[in-house]
């Protein structure tokens, strides 16, 4: 069997002028953790991440602002790539697509058209109540009383009454099933998986996947129709393979550069998601692949919401909004990265609150990883104490890999900080600061014995923290202590 060494990880495309919320930090942080990990285990990674840049909303937005849409596109897109910065992803690895690119429009049209040569796509004409807000169809049983989404009160349903492209999706209820059955571990955590096979299970419906170009102007053209653009998932979704080239063209380069073969067949392909994104990407676009031909994904993993103190939705209007960049503008990159990997929980919803993050950076990073290297550097120094360097040499270090092999950093980083405390009671315990005047050696060996697991934990939380896991690093191998606080105390 051929060696495993290549891994794919991917986020959701965010709409190309949303602005960044607390989700996408969440998602983005997290893939790149796992992308990370697997970096220092060896694993040749892609990270993809990208904009989604059609559909109606895009198109509005861009004629209010006067702007021809390809204009406007281009812009926010560069602005969204300089905005992520902000969330420290390992740039050498990380790769951008975008859905307005001429390879994906190629290989969004060569989807289509391998589904459609398949016999899972039809005309017939179509009537329904849509809402743009969440991209999807509402029957009435789903509105409020007032007739509105629940979700969007403020955006008016579109009536659609039209000849649309459907997807015979209700041809996979049944091999959705069969396929969940053989992939134990497809969606993680199990209680979402749970949802989703319960939703297969009630039975799949077809949806449209086109619309009228005189109403839709900005999509991508459906081959051999040219009335008629493709909607919303038969684009967007592609993007996952439309980045590494797919379709290989063999006339285009050398077996060895074919990215999809690497990447996507080999490369264990991992999805991040929110939760609302559970149906699309772990039934709807499998069942995508399927029709086209094209090997599923490997696993979808499913993070809860961001919330606001007591569970509600962040919202302008109650005042409860976090911002991100603003967390980053004054504590820094790796502090935004710990809250969000430490104290929001793997799968579950959870609040992040000012208060909370205060307490968490000033107790886990000020008081906690900061204070700890401090003390430990200050008596490596004064007493000459050393790792010798096969002690450096080690790698990656971690005993706990198996909780980041399924996804939950929450438990995973929880161990490593409870590490660290048992090197804060061993310093309680053992006062080699005291010690040092009456027995040397027995000091010295405390001190490296701290020296070496705080060498170790730093190594272990270099996927998380790789910002600050690099600079105690640095300070271990160059016997140096920080010349200010790696965190400081906040009021
Ligand atoms: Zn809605």
């Not at 969330?87 to 994906?104: A, E």
């Not at 700890?372 to 007493?383: C, D, E, F, G, K």
């Not at 002690?391 to 971690?398: A, N, Q, R, T, V």
């Not at 996804?407 to 600061?433: S, T």
Request: aromatic residues 14%; negative net charge; hydrophobic residues 35%.
């Amino acid at each position: 069997m051929k060696e495993q060494n290549s891994f794919y990880i991917t986020t959701t495309l965010p709409y190309v002028n949303a602005p960044l919320h607390m989700g996408h930090a969440l998602e983005f942080i997290r893939a790149d953790v796992i992308a990370r990990y697997k970096k220092l285990l060896g694993f040749d990674v892609y990270f993809n991440t990208g904009t989604d840049e059609h559909g109606l909303k895009i198109f509005e937005k861009a004629e209010s602002l006067n702007l021809a849409p390809k204009e406007f596109v281009d812009k926010s897109f560069e602005d969204f790539k300089e905005s992520i910065k902000i969330f420290g992803l390992d740039q050498s690895i990380l790769h951008f697509v975008r859905t307005t690119d001429s390879k994906h429009i190629k290989a969004a049209q060569e989807f289509w058209k391998k589904c459609d040569k398949n016999g899972y796509i039809y005309k017939k004409n179509y009537q329904t109540k849509y809402c743009v807000g969440c991209e999807s169809e509402k029957q009435d049983h789903e509105l409020s009383e007032k007739g509105e989404c629940p979700d969007h009160p403020d955006r008016k349903l579109e009536i659609i009454d039209e000849e649309n492209y459907f997807f015979k999706y209700s041809e996979f209820t049944d091999k959705l099933k069969n396929f969940y059955a053989e992939n134990k571990d497809f969606v993680i955590p199990d209680f979402r998986f749970n949802e989703i096979k319960a939703f297969v299970e009630r039975g799949l419906h077809d949806f449209s996947i086109s619309r009228l170009k005189e109403k839709m102007p900005w999509g991508i053209p459906v081959p051999g129709d040219e009335k008629h653009v493709m909607y919303v998932w038969f684009d967007a979704l592609v993007n996952y393979i439309s980045t590494l080239g797919w379709p290989f063209d063999p006339a285009q380069g050398k077996p060895e550069e074919n990215l999809f073969e690497k990447y996507w067949v080999n490369g264990m392909p991992t999805q991040y998601c929110g939760k609302d994104n559970l149906r699309f990407q772990s039934a709807m676009w499998q069942a995508m692949l399927m029709a086209a031909g094209v090997s599923n994904s490997k696993q979808i993993i499913i993070n809860g919401f961001i919330t606001a103190d007591g569970g509600v939705k962040m919202s302008k209007t109650l005042g409860n909004v976090v911002d991100p960049t603003e967390i980053v503008k004054e504590y820094g990159t790796d502090a935004l990265r710990y809250f969000l990997l430490r104290e929001v929980g793997s799968f579950e919803d959870s609040p992040f609150t000012m208060e909370r993050f205060k307490d968490a950076y000033n107790s886990g990073l000020a008081n906690g990883l900061g204070n700890l290297t401090s003390r430990i550097m200050t008596m490596a120094v004064n007493y000459d104490v050393k790792l010798s360097k096969e002690e450096l040499d080690i790698k990656y270090f971690s005993e706990k890999k198996e909780d980041l092999e399924n996804f939950n950093i929450h438990k995973y980083i929880n161990w490593i900080w409870e590490c660290m405390g048992r090197l804060d009671e061993f310093i309680q315990k053992n006062e080699p600061f005291k010690k040092i005047k009456i027995d040397e050696e027995g000091a010295k060996k405390d001190v490296h014995y701290l020296l070496h697991h705080l060498y170790k934990a730093t190594l272990a939380i270099e996927p998380m923290l790789p910002e600050t896991s690099k600079k105690i690093q640095e300070l271990i191998r160059e016997n140096k202590k920080p010349e200010k606080p790696l965190f400081l105390r906040k009021e």
